[in-house]
């Protein structure tokens, strides 16, 4: 009778979205069988999101890319031969070699998606090293213009701050739907509310989160900055403020009080459409149920020009002006990864005086928020405070794709020659996609990789394409990109399948190739020992141990110690670095780029306000369409329509219509709800259809339902850091035939 192989049990946390989830990942045999939330972990105490049900499903899916791919034939052709990891990385090597001699190191850049942790930071540590400014990842859509704000005004960022039961007074949830996007973080938030938390909650549509609120305030899309000026209208006018807080520790009260009394609720109500006594109620409970807690949420990145600085601006004093930064039950600031070598070992500071970088990002004039010397402003003004740099620092230094493309396609400000995209789907994600489409089959880019679990219609138009293993399949340190007072440690589960290999072995091997000999360790496991070096621990004591979880508890209070990481060392409510960098530090609001107000004889075109791209729980931004468990409970891409104005429209549930802007169309299916204005639809964001073609024109089906590639998308479109429109452009929408 042949033995029964044992269950082992590894632990791991899930990387199938940013939240970390603690797992079990069941091995019988060397194959996985299951995998399941850790009781034992705290983050999330064995809960996990739908999409874990699927991990398996991944692990061995049939379309996962297993083998190195070279394109033979024309970009986009789906013409492909297997080759070597050995081949493939002498090649592109030898090409990288050859573009950055000819145009300098400038000439390559990165483009990041998915959190997929080896991958980030391997790739920002490699491009620090070898010279390139342009590197992209999806964390600038997801809060750079939001993070710069915070750093500017108080010198560090506020993601993460949960309610503490009994001692905070109220949360105010500004453009998220946690639900959907961040389920770990809504339990905690409903065991607050429970215990007495009031909820403000901020968004246009009447989601799953707006149920739960205490005061709704229904805004206008892209009309946040606005909204933020009337609540410290109110609380200036009231006096509602931190008095003494403001008086010890805030800088430019007198010129925030100057600039909000331009902002009084009767214009704030007709600019937001959000009634003047809610606003007022808001503010009030605010400001004076405290502590208080306002959100970091992605929306307020993805407003426009003009609109987006008042708004993230706008929140960032809305949170200081009330003396709720850095108190117990507010938000209490982070103190970074100081148990790690982490800024050290990513070579920031490196890249400001590499000898071979002769420009900034292409988007630097532009966006110089977004932009080395931004960097370099910053880590002057945080160096007290933090000797080795900011942990997040990717954040200051993101490029605007906007200008990548011509960058590409007409050599300007300088040329790219090429283009590395590793777990990111930017023809999905990322405005412009037409634009993007050209330039990555143009003939003046001389290279594009591409390496990622699955093929998708982005790294379709590459020259070579390298198969990444799945979380389950590499060692792992979660560092939440420098966000966090945490690290969690994970062990390699399974042995990676065919020829897989994890993220950070594509940057070790270039970097070997191309000079940078001794500033890599061999394997994946080598590097994370360098990070833990501190500890006086290897990444296989904490795994030997089952000691997997690193968590700082909370130190309120510590700028009464050492002041804020500013210049001043002072909360700085006109922030002095943006006006150092060009901008207009004052909060002034300005209507977004298309509204029915700034745009009127569009509007008469195009009479709708579209918002593209809020999440789903099913998937994470354009992944796991692949995943038919997943799939079938969100099958198709919805775009939710008043009854109304579906009605005027010929429109019913269900009938599939056409959304058009500016841009172009694409279809999606209607969903009536009475949960969003008359004036305002939402379309379903990051639709591709794995199941489709991959040959051009089709590409995955990228041009029939994603919203993405119809935003409207140029410089003066993009927020002051260089962030697309995601929410607000006007569109028309009408059944499809």
């Known amino acids: 009778m042949a033995p029964i192989d044992r269950v082992a049990i590894k632990k791991t946390s899930c990387a199938l979205c940013p939240a970390a989830c603690g797992v079990e990942v069941h091995v019988v045999g060397g194959k996985v069988t299951k995998v399941q939330g850790d009781r034992e972990s705290p983050i999330g105490r064995g809960k996990v999101c739908p999409k874990v049900a699927g991990a398996v499903d991944l692990h061995y899916h049939k379309d996962r890319l297993n083998y190195p791919l070279k394109r033979i034939g024309k970009r986009g052709e ?8 050995t081949e493939a990385i002498g090649e592109i090597a030898e090409k990288l070699a050859s573009i950055r001699d000819r145009f300098g190191p400038e000439a390559l850049v990165y483009l990041g998606g998915t959190y997929r942790p080896p991958g ?12 390139s400014p342009n590197i992209f990842g999806q964390g600038k859509n997801c809060g750079q213009a939001e993070f710069v704000a915070e750093w500017a005004v108080y010198g560090r960022e506020t993601i993460g701050n949960m309610p503490v039961p009994g001692l905070t007074k109220c949360v105010v949830l500004w453009g998220v739907n946690l639900p959907e996007s961040r389920h770990l973080w809504w339990q905690p938030m409903l065991k607050a509310k429970k215990a007495g938390v009031k909820f403000i909650v901020v968004d246009p549509r009447y989601t799953e989160t707006a149920a739960e609120a205490d005061i709704w305030l229904q805004l206008r899309p892209s009309t946040d900055g606005a909204l933020a000026l009337g609540m410290l209208h109110v609380i200036v006018e009231e006096e509602l403020y931190d008095k003494a807080f403001v008086e010890q520790w805030c800088l430019g009260f007198d010129e925030i009080r100057r600039c909000v009394a331009d902002y009084p609720l009767e214009k704030v109500a007709k600019i937001t459409n959000v009634p003047a006594e809610k606003i007022a109620e808001a503010a009030r409970l605010y400001a004076k149920d405290k502590p208080s807690i306002l959100s970091f949420g992605v929306a307020a990145c993805h407003l426009g020009s003009g609109a987006a600085k008042s708004a993230v601006l706008g929140k960032s004093l809305l949170r200081a002006i009330t003396g709720n930064l850095d108190i117990p ?19 920031w500071d490196y890249l400001v005086s590499h000898p071979l970088r002769k420009h900034d990002n292409v988007s630097a004039d532009e966006f110089p928020a977004a932009s080395v010397k931004s960097y370099a402003l910053f880590r002057e003004a945080m160096s007290k405070i933090y000797p080795h740099g900011c942990m997040a620092s990717q954040y200051m230094r993101w490029v605007s794709p906007t200008l990548l493309w011509p960058a590409i396609l007409e050599g300007k400000p300088y040329p790219i020659r090429a283009v590395i995209t590793q777990s990111g789907n930017p023809l999905v994600t990322l405005a412009g996609s037409r634009a993007m489409r050209d ?25 070579y394409v390298l198969p990444a293993a799945d979380f389950m399949e590499r060692p792992d340190i979660r560092l939440r990109w420098g966000l966090a007072d945490e690290w969690v440690c994970g062990e390699q589960t399974v042995a990676p399948l065919y020829e897989r290999r994890d993220d950070y072995q594509l940057w070790r091997d270039l970097g070997v190739r191309l000079g940078q000999e001794g500033y890599w360790p061999d394997m994946l496991e ?13 990444f296989g004591d904490f795994v030997a141990r089952k000691d997997f979880y690193q968590m700082r508890p909370p130190r309120p209070g510590k700028y009464k110690e050492q002041g804020f990481a500013t210049f001043s060392g002072k909360v700085e409510l006109v922030p002095s670095i943006l006006a150092k960098l060009g901008y207009d530090p004052l909060p002034t609001y300005e209507e977004p780029p298309q509204s029915p107000y700034r745009t009127k004889d569009l509007a008469k075109e195009y009479p709708l306000i579209l918002i593209s791209g809020s999440r789903v729980r099913w998937f994470t931004h354009s992944t796991l369409r692949q995943i038919p468990r997943l799939r079938r409970k969100h099958p198709d891409p919805i775009l939710e329509i008043n009854p109304d104005t579906a009605g005027k429209l010929g429109i019913t549930d269900g009938d599939w219509v056409f959304v058009e802007t500016t841009v172009g169309r694409v279809k999606q299916k209607a969903r009536l709800t009475a949960g969003i204005s008359p004036e305002v639809v939402h379309a379903d964001g990051y639709w591709w259809f794995p199941e489709k073609p991959a040959e051009e024109p089709t590409l995955f089906g990228v041009w029939e339902s994603n919203i993405n590639s119809i935003i409207p998308d140029a410089p003066e479109i993009c927020d002051y850091a260089g962030d697309h429109f995601f929410r607000g452009p006007l569109c028309r929408v009408y059944k499809a035939s």
């Open 120 to 131: 980030d930071w391997a790739a920002w540590r490699f491009c620090n090293l070898f010279g």
């Open 439 to 463: 330039a990555l089959v143009d003939d003046k880019l001389e290279l594009h990789v591409g390496m990622d679990l699955f093929m998708s219609p982005t790294i379709q138009l590459a020259d």
């Open 526 to 538: 080598g590097m994370l020992d360098r990070f833990l070096e501190p500890t006086g621990q290897t």
């Open 329 to 347: 039950g507010g938000h209490v600031f982070n103190e970074g990864l100081k148990e790690l070598r982490w800024p050290q070992e990513l070579y």
């Open 78 to 85: 789906s013409h492909w031969q297997r080759i070597s990891w």
